[in-house]
C-alpha cells in the first residue's frame, strides 16, 4: 500500500489549500482514514479524520468549521479542505489509513498502519 500525498504550499492567512492523498494497493472504502500535523517540536496530532463508513468524522477543536476531510471513492484519493487557515496551522502534514476493516476514528498515531510522505503547510501572518 502506497500513499502519495500532495497539495501542500505557502499560503498567506485566510487563504485555503486543499490537500490530496491517493492511495495505490488499498481502498479506502472499508477502512479508516485520517490526517496529521507535526508542527516543530511538537507531536503528531490527528487533525481530521473519517470512519470506514464515512458517517463518523472527527476534527480537532482548532480546525472545526474550517478544514473538512472526503473521499473520492472513484479516484481513491482523499482530501483535507482548508479554509480560513492561520499561521498556528503550520506545519507537515501526513495522511494515514489504518489497516483494519470497519475500523472507525481513533487519535493514536500508532494506529494507523499506512502512511503519506507529508506535505509541508506553511502560513504567513
Known amino acids: 500500500v502506497q500513499l502519495q500525498a500532495s497539495g501542500g504550499g505557502l499560503v498567506q492567512a485566510g487563504g485555503s489549500l486543499r490537500l490530496s492523498c491517493a492511495a495505490s494497493g488499498r481502498t479506502f472504502s472499508w477502512y479508516a482514514m485520517g490526517w496529521f500535523r507535526q508542527a516543530p517540536g511538537k507531536e503528531r496530532e490527528l487533525v481530521a479524520g473519517?470512519?470506514?463508513?464515512?458517517?463518523?468524522?472527527y476534527y480537532i477543536d482548532p480546525v472545526k468549521g474550517r478544514f473538512i476531510i472526503s473521499v473520492d471513492n472513484a479516484q481513491n484519493t482523499v482530501y483535507l479542505t482548508m479554509n480560513n487557515l492561520k499561521p498556528a496551522d503550520t506545519a507537515v502534514y501526513y495522511c494515514?489509513?489504518?489497516?483494519?476493516?470497519?475500523?472507525?476514528?481513533?487519535?493514536?498515531?500508532?494506529?494507523?498502519?499506512?502512511w503519506g510522505q507529508g506535505t509541508l503547510v506553511t502560513v504567513s501572518s
Open positions: 473519517r470512519s470506514w463508513t464515512g458517517r463518523s468524522t
Open positions: 494515514a489509513v489504518r489497516d483494519l476493516r470497519f475500523s472507525t476514528v481513533v487519535l493514536d498515531p500508532g494506529s494507523y498502519d499506512y
